[in-house]
C-alpha cells in the first residue's frame, strides 16, 4: 500500500508538488498543507480567462490526488501503513494531524472547485474524529490507534462481502476500490479509488441508481463490521497542539460547509479543549510558549464561529505573555514556521482590530469593544501575511449576500467574523 501522498496540482503550479507525508515532522507537514492552500488561493484569485484553460487539467490532478490516497470509506480517516519491526507485521493507522491537515485541503478545493467529493471526503474524515472524542475521556483526542488490517473496521475479506452484498453491491463496490486486494492479507480494505460517478460509468449503471446501491452497500458494511482489538495504542505528546488544530479545521468546516449547526459533539470538544486551556500551568519551557501560540491563535478563530467579547481580553493578554516571552526566549528556543505564521496572525489581529471593526460599524463601538488597553506589539520578524479581517454585523438584512459574495472566491488569508452588534452594544 502506498503510504506516501504525491502528486503534481498542475503544471502551472510544478514549482511545489501537492505532497503531504504522514512521516514528515509535523511542522513540514504544517508547511506543505499552507503551500497546498496558498496555490489554490493563487488559482482562485484569478481572471476568469485565465481559470477556464487550466480547471480542467487542475480539476482532474486533484481528483487524481485524493483516490490515490487510502481513504476508509466507510467510517472515514486516510489510513497509512508501516512496518512493526518489533512484531514483523503491517500495522495502520489514521495519523491525527496529517488527516486533519487533507481535511482542511480538501475543504479549500471544494470552494475552488465546487466539487462535492472534496468536502464529503473531508466531512467524513472530521466526522470520525470527531467520534473517537465522544468515546474517550475528557472528550478530546488523546491517543493515536495502530491496527493489523484484520482489526481494521473498514477490512473485510472477500468471502463476508459476497454473502453479505447483492449483486450490484458487490460490483460497484469492486468499481470503487478497483478490486483492491492483498497478496499477504485475505482481507480488502473499503477505499474507494474512483469517484461514484466514473465507478458507476465503469459498470455501466445509471448515476442515481448507483447513489442509492451505494448508500444501502455502506449501512450493511457498518452494521456488520467487527473490528478486533487495536494492537497497539500511543498516547499524543502534544494533546494541546493536536486538539487545538481540530478545533480549527471544525471551524472550517463550519464556515466552508452547509453545516451550519454546531452539534452537541463539537460543542462538547471546543468547550473541553477551551477549559484545558484555561487549565495549563505556564512555565519557563519553549513548550508553554508554543502552547500559549496554539492557544492565542485558536481563539481568534473560534471567534468566526461565536464572537464572545470575553475571548479578546484573553487573546490580549496572552498576546502581552507571547510577546514578553518571546524577549525572553528568541535567542534560546527554535520559533519554528508554523509558530512564526501564528504569531503574526496574532499580531496583526491585535494592531487591525479596532481599524476593521470602526470601519464597519463607526468609531465609537469600536473604542467601546476594544476597551481594554492593547498591548505594545513585538513582531518577531516583518509580516510575511496579508491577511484581511472582516466584520460583519450578526443581524443585517444582507448578512447572507455579503458571506456568499465574499465566498465567492477563495481567499486564505481572509477571517470572517459575525458580531451581534445590538446585543454587544449594550453589553460594552
Given amino acids: 500500500m502506498a503510504t506516501l501522498l504525491a502528486t503534481s496540482l498542475s503544471t502551472s503550479l510544478s514549482t511545489a508538488a501537492l505532497l503531504i507525508d504522514p512521516f514528515a515532522t509535523n511542522n513540514n507537514q504544517w508547511l506543505q498543507k499552507q503551500q497546498v492552500l496558498t496555490q489554490l488561493c493563487d488559482y482562485a484569485n484569478r481572471a476568469v480567462t485565465e481559470r477556464l484553460n487550466e480547471k480542467h487539467s487542475l480539476l482532474e490532478r486533484f481528483e487524481q490526488f485524493t483516490f490515490d490516497q487510502s481513504f476508509d470509506a466507510i467510517f472515514g480517516g486516510m489510513l497509512v501503513s508501516q512496518n512493526r519491526s518489533s512484531s514483523g507485521h503491517t500495522v495502520y493507522s489514521k495519523p491525527i494531524l496529517t488527516n486533519l491537515y487533507l481535511a482542511e485541503i480538501l475543504l479549500a478545493a471544494d470552494q475552488v472547485f465546487y466539487s462535492g467529493e472534496f468536502s464529503f471526503i473531508a466531512n467524513k474524515i472530521l466526522d470520525y474524529f470527531l467520534e473517537s472524542t465522544s468515546k474517550t475521556e475528557g472528550g478530546f483526542i488523546k491517543i493515536t490507534e495502530y491496527s493489523l488490517i484484520s482489526g481494521l473496521a473498514c477490512s473485510f475479506n472477500d468471502r463476508d462481502l459476497v454473502n453479505l452484498l447483492d449483486c450490484d453491491e458487490f460490483a460497484l463496490l469492486n468499481a470503487l476500490v478497483e478490486d483492491e486486494n492483498f497478496s499477504d492479507e485475505p482481507y480488502r480494505l473499503i477505499c474507494y479509488h474512483k469517484s461514484l460517478k466514473r465507478a458507476s460509468e465503469k459498470i455501466n449503471m445509471h448515476f442515481k ?17 467487527d473490528p478486533s482489538v487495536t494492537c497497539e495504542i500511543v498516547n499524543l505528546d502534544n494533546i494541546l497542539s493536536v486538539n487545538c488544530a481540530f478545533v480549527v479545521t471544525l471551524c472550517q468546516l463550519r464556515l466552508f460547509s452547509k453545516r451550519e449547526k454546531i452539534t452537541s459533539t463539537e460543542k462538547n470538544l471546543f468547550n473541553k479543549t477551551l477549559r484545558y486551556m484555561d487549565e495549563i500551568d505556564f512555565g519557563q519551557k519553549s513548550s508553554d510558549y508554543h502552547s500559549l501560540i496554539d492557544i492565542a491563535f485558536t481563539r481568534i478563530v473560534l471567534l468566526q464561529i461565536n464572537f464572545d467579547t ?12 507571547i510577546n514578553r516571552c518571546l524577549s525572553r526566549l528568541s535567542h534560546s528556543i527554535d520559533i519554528g514556521e508554523e509558530s512564526l505564521y501564528k504569531i503574526n496572525f496574532i499580531n496583526h489581529f491585535i494592531d487591525h482590530f479596532i481599524e476593521e471593526v470602526e470601519r464597519a460599524f463607526g468609531r465609537k463601538f469600536g473604542r467601546k469593544l476594544m476597551k481594554i488597553a492593547l498591548a505594545q506589539t513585538k513582531k518577531p520578524n516583518e509580516d510575511k501575511e496579508n491577511f484581511q479581517w472582516v466584520f ?13 459574495d465574499l465566498h465567492a472566491k477563495y481567499d486564505n488569508h481572509r477571517f470572517i467574523f459575525q458580531i451581534d452588534y445590538q446585543l454587544t452594544s449594550q453589553l460594552v
Fill in 209 to 225: 441508481k448507483a447513489q442509492i446501491v451505494e448508500q444501502s452497500m455502506t449501512s450493511k458494511l457498518i452494521k456488520s463490521s
Fill in 310 to 321: 470575553n475571548f479578546l481580553a484573553v487573546i490580549n493578554s496572552q498576546h502581552s505573555r
Fill in 392 to 404: 460583519l454585523d450578526k443581524n443585517a438584512l444582507d448578512l447572507d449576500r455579503k458571506i456568499v
